[in-house]
């Protein structure tokens, strides 16, 4: 099982060691040839969504990284990640790759809680460890996808098939188990975990 990374900005690096962790071989996408290896899934980091679009478009990797998605590549995108992913974002006129039903609102929780840690539930995992970073919020959701995590009413988790993306940081911690259920659900497809 190979994990790709998209290592153009943000914190790449920190899901590279969970997906090693998790016995995965990892990759670096840091241009549009390294789109040519061979992998199984895709890592969308956070960091800045703004740049890593512009990239993508720069480094041409956009349209082929886009439609690998579209065609059922296995994506985990955390925040600026999920921001890349979204098919409408709120208070921005550029759609990145946009290829998630969901609308997006970037910076949504403002500058006094512009970054917290909590413990939350994922799914069926209780108790997991979640950083919000300036974090987005998801407002919308079409219907059909899975909402797997909220706080205080605001969705921070969802899946559509092959898609998982959310608002927080699951890999700054230890807990593994936000990126075992991407393995499990979206690359394996196992149903229930
Ligand atoms: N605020 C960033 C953005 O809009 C996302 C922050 C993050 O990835 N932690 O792109």
Do not use: W
């Amino acid at each position: 099982m190979k994990a790709a990374v998209l290592a153009v900005q943000g914190d790449f690096a920190e899901h590279e060691n969970v997906f090693r962790k998790l016995g995965c071989d990892t990759l670096q996408i840091r241009q549009k040839r390294d789109l040519e290896q061979s992998f199984d899934a895709l890592i969308l980091p956070g960091g800045e969504s703004t740049v890593q679009g512009k990239l993508l478009r720069e480094l041409d990797m956009f349209d082929t990284i886009r439609t690998r998605i579209l065609d059922g590549l296995p994506v985990m995108a955390t925040c600026a990640g999920t921001i890349l992913l979204a098919k409408q974002l709120l208070d921005d006129p550029t759609i990145h790759l946009g290829t998630l039903d969901i609308a997006v609102r970037r910076n949504a929780y403002g500058r006094q809680l512009a970054s917290f840690h909590i413990s939350g539930s994922f799914g069926t995992s209780k108790d997991v460890s979640m950083s919000f970073i300036r974090a987005p919020q998801i407002e919308f959701c079409a219907p059909g996808i899975e909402v797997l995590s909220e706080h205080q009413g605001r969705i921070t988790a969802v899946r559509q098939n092959n898609q998982l993306a959310m608002t927080f940081h699951p890999e700054l911690g230890t807990d593994l188990r936000v990126a075992q259920y991407f393995l499990d659900v979206c690359v394996s497809g196992k149903t229930t975990c």
